[in-house]
């Protein structure tokens, strides 16, 4: 047996240990518990036989034989990333995003407020997260011209599906 095998095998007996002296269960157990096959199994099914997943592997098909309608979808698929980039941050293969910015506040009092503005000392009295109003207008119109994208090729009269 090798050292890498040995030592996943104690760290798996390490964590059955600790979930069964914390929870009295293993995960083994808790697998088990959940019957899998006959709970999840027919929903899977159901879901692979949807007219939704039906008329996904008709659209993979007609873009692989074509080659225009396979550059589209790869586009709009490259747009959807940025978008969701745009507002939750992440990387793809052409590059990141960081996520919206944001400033978190905390309450203040006293000797720290007395030096600031009003909009400051407003804006410091709360607390949570403030995300700047312009922030919020350039992520949505970023999703409105992904959404509109969505439906243009959606549409059976676009020039794509002709």
């Given at each position: ?36 096959r ?17 008329d ?25 990333e ?6 939750a941050?992440g990387?793809n293969e052409?590059?990141c ?14 000797e ?6 009003r909009?400051?000392r ?39 599906m002709?």
């Amino acid at each position: 047996m090798s050292t890498n095998r040995a030592m996943s095998m104690a760290q798996e007996e390490y964590i059955n240990k600790l979930t069964s002296d914390l929870y009295g269960w293993t995960i083994e157990d808790k697998i088990k518990s959940m019957n899998i096959r006959e709970r999840y199994m027919p929903v899977v099914g159901e879901i692979m036989n949807s007219k939704e997943i039906h008329d996904f592997k008709d659209l993979a098909m007609a873009a692989y034989k074509d080659p225009k309608l396979r550059s589209k979808l790869h586009h709009l698929k490259l747009e959807t990333e940025w978008a969701v980039m745009d507002i939750a941050g992440g990387c793809n293969e052409f590059g990141c995003q960081r996520p919206m910015p944001t400033q978190e506040t905390r309450v203040r009092g006293g000797e720290e407020n007395r030096n600031m503005s009003r909009r400051d000392r407003e804006r410091a009295e709360r607390e949570g997260v403030i995300i700047e109003n312009t922030d919020i207008y350039d992520r949505a119109e970023d999703i409105e011209h992904v959404w509109e994208e969505i439906q243009d090729f959606m549409n059976p009269k676009s020039e794509m599906m002709t």
